[in-house]
């Protein structure tokens, strides 16, 4: 058997910050890290290291730390939250940064 090729990642970190246009459901950070890893599913990345910590800032705000994301994985972010914005969690716009 040959070995699996080893990605080389460069990670990086990335912080997405979510606006809703009503005060954010307490149930939303649990169904958004449920996106999240339905996403990474979808996209078949379930073997890259991902760590994300969500915060709520206000009530109208969540943060999504992307404390580590490889740098190479720019599509999968822009997916996820691409699905979250398509989630009807009532998200009005989202900030990469």
Known sequence: GTDPVLINYT???????????????????K???????ATIKREGKENVYIRV??????????VLDFV????????LLIDIVTAL???NLG?????IK
């Open 85 to 87: 914005g398509k989630s």
């Open 11 to 29: 990670y990086v970190s990335k912080s997405v910050r979510l606006m809703f246009k009503h005060v954010v459901d307490p149930n939303a950070i």
């Open 31 to 37: 169904r958004i890290s449920e996106i999240i890893e």
């Open 53 to 62: 910590k969500a915060t709520s800032p206000d009530d109208t705000t969540v």
């Open 68 to 75: 580590k994301i490889p740098e190479e994985e720019g599509q």
């Open 91 to 95: 998200i009005v716009k989202a900030i």
